[in-house]
């Protein structure tokens, strides 16, 4: 089909939302019927990067110089989708949810090894400009001194770090240096949450 549809022989793909992800041909029009998923006994709506993945299809710059893509939607979430498309919408970091994963796989990598290089490491990310910027999506109030923003990056590494330790992924001694351990390696490279 793919094929087909490649060469211009078929003219029309439909596709699931799950085969719509793996596709990798262009096309000039992308329609997406649908916002909703059923999962779980109910419907729930697609997150904003499968629906980004699904409307990439439509418009590659060696193919066409135009695309179009539809997104069909209730009128309830027509302001998402149009917030989404016009690129207007703030990104924030998700780091802070999976510290502990990023933190043991610097520690392998030797980039981490004891406290401080560690809160070097976390001002050097996307989070630590995110939660200057916007600190109460990460818990904290508005109008919150950098003092205090930096305190919290220090919670949650001191924190992270103690779950690498008592999990012993890493150890981590009376004078705050780390080494990774067998374990610790092992989750690092295979990518264990």
Known sequence: MESLFASGDLPVLIATSTLAMGVNLPAHLVVVKSTQQYVSGGFSEYSESQVVQMIGRAGRPQF?????????????????YETLVSGTQMIESSLHHSMVE???????????TDINIALQWIKSTFLYIRMQKNPVHYGMTQDIALEMVEKKLLELCVESLKELDAAGLVCLTDDLVLTPTDTGRIMARYYVT
């Open 102 to 112: 990023h933190i043991n796989a610097e520690v392998v990598l030797s980039t981490i």
């Open 64 to 80: 066409d110089t135009t695309a179009t893509a539809v997104i069909m939607t209730r009128h309830e979430t027509r302001k998402r």
